[in-house]
């Protein structure tokens, strides 16, 4: 695996339970994105996707295997160094935004810093905001954006801090179309304009579209991949793992 990329996981395996209710959700699956790619991650229900999101981002921990962000080895990490690493190193995009109602959302994109005890960089922070299109929200609260300018705000939040991969877990999945192709536009100009790594689950082969490379999976393991995809190869791939779980 590449030294040098984002996050890398090697031979990850999950199981959940023992004995007769014991699940596979992971069964060695090795993976590297380079810094700059977006990457979106699909397969069937069950197929262990955001078993693996949740891995790399060390929200979960493998039965065996390795996950690496940047140099950094999950494997072992105390829980109090694995949460300033999340803190400073990953950003997470939610499909139900998870903003404080009672925050601004400028206070909402800079409480990351604020958790981590660091002053914001007044030029990263007008690029990011200049980005999202939110100069004219950062003083209204959660309840008075729509849907779509919450995402926004959860976007900048994630990329306040210049992480090393954003992970985003079905980001569009509470939003009307209009609203998810303009969170995915915004995903995809942080990799273009920012040199941001993103990292994506998702069902949608639309969705899927705007990433430079889909990797599938099916009981747990990576099965296919695709480069610079269209909704239309997509959408193939993903009936037939459907037709073959079927």
Known sequence: MDNTAAVTATEL???????????????GVS?????????????PSGSGKSTLLHCLAGLD???????????????GLADGRLTRLRREAVGFVFQSFNLLPTLSAAEN??????????????????????LLGLADRMHHRP??????????VAVARALITRPSVVFADEP???????????VLSLLRASVRELGQTV?????DPRAASYADRVV??????????????????VLDRVGRLEARAA
């Not at 993976?31 to 397969?43: D, K, N, T």
């Not at 065996?64 to 494997?75: F, K, M, P, Q, Y």
């Not at 990351?112 to 905001?129: H, K, T």
């Not at 008075?144 to 926004?152: A, E, H, M, T, V």
């Open 216 to 233: 599938f999976l099916a009981d747990g393991r990576i099965v296919d991949e695709v480069t610079d995809p269209t909704p239309e190869v």
């Open 172 to 182: 569009t999945g509470n939003l009307d179309s209009r609203s998810g192709a303009e």
């Open 31 to 43: 993976l590297a994105v380079p810094h700059g790619q977006f990457v979106a991650i699909m397969g």
């Open 109 to 130: 994109i800079l409480l990351p810093l604020r958790l981590a005890g660091r002053r914001p960089d007044g030029d990263w922070l007008d690029r990011v905001i200049d």
């Open 143 to 152: 309840n008075q954006l729509s849907g779509g300018q919450q995402q926004r």
């Open 61 to 75: 921990k493998a039965s065996s295997g390795r996950v690496r962000i940047g140099t950094a080895e999950l494997d």
């Open 13 to 27: 395996t999950k199981v959940y339970g023992t004995g007769n209710t014991r699940v596979s959700a992971l069964r």
């Open 199 to 203: 990292v994506m689950v998702t069902h």
